[in-house]
Each structure stands twice: as structure tokens, then as C-alpha cells.
């Protein structure tokens, strides 16, 4: 078992995944992740429901952070982080990690074929690691990037320092 062989559905959320139309307004969206307490909205087409996009935490603070007041009152489609990475269902957790990482996001909508089954987060998948140590061995293909060395290196002391003192 290791990353590279393990799907993503493994580790995906079908609960809890909000989606909201392109025409609505960012007020709506923050309204609807207040409300179910979540990070993020998906903006579906609304003729067809497919997924095209995706409201953020981020994204309102990004917003909010221009003060323009405006904004919120503008549509979805205009405001979104598009295009809506997505991943095949039949996708692997190491793909997750590199698309997560070259796109610089937290969060992938899993879908099966055009139709969305769900999403995956990176707290997913760091939680997977966490209550799985023998993915961490499947890491060592993964190359960390300089600027992600700190991190990786304060994870694998904290890692360690973990083990250490379960012993």
C-alpha cells in the first residue's frame, strides 16, 4: 500500500459538499458556508449542474481584502476560482498531492467522468498519513520543493518526535 496506489475515493468527503449556481452572489455563498460550517462552496452551471468553479475561504478574503463592497452583490461567475481543478475518481493520493501542489490549492473536486462524487482535501489527506505511518514510507518519492523544505523537515521532526515518545 502506498500513495501511488491509493485512490482517492479512499479518502474522499461525498457529505457536505454545497454547491451553489454561477448566478448567485458571494453574499449567498458566505451565507451557505456560515450556516453548514465549511470552506468552500461549488459553483455548478445551471442548466446542466456541472461543476465550473469554486468559492474559497480564500477567495472572500481576497475579496473583502479590496474593500469593495460591491463585490459582494456581483455573481459567482464573475468572482470564482476558475477553472474548477477537478480529479478522476480513479485517481491516486500522490496525484492529489501533485495537482494540489502545481496549482496551489487545497482542495479538488473528485469527479466521475463530468458527473462530481466528491472532494478531497489536503486535511484529508494529511489525515490519512497521520493514522496510516506506513504511507509515510511511500513519501520518499516525493521530492520536497526548496521552499517546502522547512515544512517537510518540521513534519518529519515532529513525526519522529511523536513516535519517539509513544515508545
Not at 33 to 51: A, E, L, T, Y
Not at 61 to 78: C, F, N, Q, T
Not at 91 to 108: F, P, V
Request: glycine share 4%; with cysteine.
Amino acid at each position: 500500500m502506498s500513495i501511488d496506489t491509493i485512490p482517492v475515493s479512499t479518502y474522499m468527503s461525498t457529505k457536505g459538499i454545497i454547491t451553489e449556481t454561477i448566478d448567485q452572489t458571494i453574499y449567498a455563498a458566505c451565507r451557505i458556508m456560515n450556516k453548514n460550517d465549511i470552506g468552500c462552496v461549488i459553483i455548478v452551471d445551471k442548466s446542466s449542474s456541472k461543476p465550473v468553479g469554486i468559492i474559497t475561504e480564500r477567495d472572500v478574503v481576497r475579496i473583502l481584502g479590496k474593500l469593495d463592497a460591491a463585490s459582494l452583490h456581483s455573481p459567482l461567475s464573475e468572482i470564482m476560482s476558475k477553472p474548477l481543478v477537478t480529479i478522476s475518481i480513479n485517481g491516486t493520493i500522490k496525484d492529489a498531492i501533485h495537482s494540489m501542489y502545481r496549482n496551489n490549492i487545497r482542495r479538488l473536486v473528485i469527479v466521475d467522468r463530468e458527473t462530481m462524487v466528491g472532494i478531497i482535501t489536503d486535511k484529508d489527506i494529511f489525515r490519512a498519513l497521520m493514522n496510516n505511518q506506513i504511507l509515510i514510507s511511500s513519501l520518499g518519492g516525493i521530492e520536497p520543493i526548496a521552499e517546502q523544505r522547512t515544512a517537510y523537515d518540521q513534519f518529519t521532526e515532529y513525526w519522529f518526535r511523536d513516535i519517539y515518545h509513544k515508545q
